[in-house]
T-cell receptor, first 115, second 112 residues
Framework: DTGVSQNPRHKITKRGQNVTFRCDPI?????LYWYRQTLGQGPEFLTY????????KSRLLSDRFSAERPKGSFSTLEIQRTEQGDSAMYLC?????????????FGPGTRLTVT | QQQVKQSPQSLIVQKGGISIINCAYE??????FPWYQQFPGKGPALLIA?????SEKKEGRFTISFNKSAKQFSLHIMDSQPGDSATYFC???????????FGKGTRLSVIA
């Protein structure tokens, strides 16, 4: 399978705990994006990387959120001191940097439930 | 601030009919407009996309119509099938390979 993979697929945690999600992009893609999707809404941008450099962070990304892509391959998204409002689907997408190819391909997502 | 407005919120179409979903954008700097299909519990899957230098793009049963002056674009699904029942999202981005701004989605139900 050469698509975007995400782990875990589901995570249930108690309020105040820390959680970490992993995304493995399509191997030749150098851009990696994190989005958050709540029920009945479209995905909302959180942050993105080109190789290991974090290019932009959304205002949605509070100080409790941190993302990294240490070797320009997989990425992790950590949420510290989780709150019930963090419950959502966290989506990862990847794309190639090309003047001719703009497509972003999404993984299956990690569904987070904070109790 | 809703940069991409999508309508309708939900749509019911008879099998074999045409499904039409519309989106309007505000920022004229957007230059890449994809449509995604999402099934429950799955990530969005890219269906078809268009750049503003063309007014229409067709791939199989899916067609995007683009009106640059009106800042609108739409998805047409011809010969709609029950398997097309899903949520559809329009999106837009600047100069490609930048974060996508999504509409709120349209839940399509195709009934036999």
């Amino acid at each position: 399978d050469t698509g975007v993979s995400q782990n875990p697929r589901h995570k249930i945690t108690k309020r105040g705990q820390n959680v970490t999600f992993r995304c493995d992009p399509i191997s030749e893609h150098n851009r990696l994006y994190w989005y958050r999707q709540t029920l009945g809404q479209g995905p909302e941008f959180l942050t993105y990387f080109q190789n290991e450099a974090q290019l932009e962070k959304s205002r949605l990304l509070s100080d409790r959120f941190s993302a990294e892509r240490p070797k320009g391959s997989f990425s992790t998204l950590e949420i510290q001191r989780t709150e019930q409002g963090d419950s959502a689907m966290y989506l990862c997408a990847s794309s190639a940097t090309s003047a001719f190819s703009y497509e972003q391909y999404f993984g299956p997502g990690t569904r987070l439930t904070v109790t | 601030q809703q940069q991409v407005k999508q309508s309708p919120q939900s749509l019911i179409v008879q099998k074999g009919g045409i499904s039409i979903i519309n989106c309007a954008y505000e920022n004229t700097a957007f230059d890449y407009f994809p449509w995604y299909q999402q099934f429950p519990g799955k990530g969005p899957a890219l269906l078809i996309a268009i750049r503003p230098d063309v007014s229409e793009k067709k791939e199989g049963r899916f067609t995007i119509s683009f009106n640059k002056s009106a800042k609108q674009f739409s998805l047409h699904i011809m010969d709609s099938q029950p398997g097309d029942s899903a949520t559809y999202f329009c999106a837009a981005s600047f100069s490609g390979n930048t974060p996508l701004v999504f509409g709120k989605g349209t839940r399509l139900s195709v009934i036999a």
